[in-house]
């Protein structure tokens, strides 16, 4: 398997901030043990979407987390992010690294046939998309739940990123099942206190990989 170093990643959306300030939530999380951030906040334009990029990096480079951009590869390449993540109807896996070849790239997996693609072979992370039902995205193909994490871990080496309603009492299980990392956003973005969800979090996954 290629190297992957990161357990806990934070996908943003403002919208599950429970109106509190954005960066405080993110800095909070990445206090409490996240170790990933996504920027994906698909309710803004390109002009905002870059100026938050540019800020959230600001914030991020002080804890030496990574960012990576969701789908759009200039505001990734302008805001000299680690990283992107794609899904099937944003720009393919191959065509970024042809011009970004050291982006660290996610690729969303809703189809087992995709595992047999260029397009995975070319990306550094596989999104198990969705492992449950989420209300935070309604837009997907299959719900993998755990037997799907194993399906697709016995087909692959790549570093799999579970995403999609986990929790903290699911999130043993997920990594058992063959997950690599664990992706969220309403678990921490919409907790009370939102550095105590992560540690929980992280906890949780150490106490499967130790
Ligand atoms: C870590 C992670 N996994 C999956 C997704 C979903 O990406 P995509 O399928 O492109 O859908 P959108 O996020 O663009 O709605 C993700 N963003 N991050
Ligand atoms: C951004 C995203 N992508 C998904 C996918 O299935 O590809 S599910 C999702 C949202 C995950 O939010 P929550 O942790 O609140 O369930
Ligand atoms: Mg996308």
Redesign the pocket.
């Known amino acids: 398997m290629q190297a992957f170093p990161y357990k806990l990643y934070l996908?943003t959306?403002e919208r599950?901030c429970l109106g509190r300030n954005f960066f405080d939530v993110v800095e909070q999380a990445v206090k409490g043990g996240v170790d990933l951030v996504?920027l994906?906040e698909k309710q803004l334009d390109d002009a905002a979407f870059l100026t938050k990029a540019l800020r959230l990096k600001e914030l991020l480079d002080r804890y030496n987390v990574p960012l990576i951009i969701?789908d759009h590869v200039s505001v990734a390449m302008q805001t000299g992010s680690a990283g992107l993540h794609v899904?099937n109807s944003d720009t393919a896996p191959a065509q970024v690294k042809a011009q970004w070849p050291s982006c660290l790239l996610g690729y969303?997996i809703?189809y087992l046939q995709q595992l047999q693609t260029v397009q995975a072979q070319v990306s550094d992370y596989l999104?198990?998309?969705?492992?449950?039902a989420?209300?935070?995205?309604q837009d997907?193909v299959t719900v993998w739940g755990l037997e799907g994490i194993a399906q697709i871990r016995s087909q692959t080496n790549k570093p799999l990123v579970a995403?999609?309603?986990?929790?903290e009492q699911n999130a043993a299980a997920v990594i058992a099942a063959g997950a690599d990392c664990l992706?969220?956003?309403?678990?921490?973005?919409?907790a009370e206190n939102p550095a105590k969800a992560a540690a929980q979090l992280r906890e949780a996954i150490e106490q499967v990989t130790k």
């Open positions: 996908v959306d599950a996504q994906r969701n899904g969303s809703e999104a198990v998309s969705p492992v449950f989420t209300g935070t995205k997907t995403i999609g309603n986990i929790n992706a969220v956003v309403s678990a921490i973005c919409s």
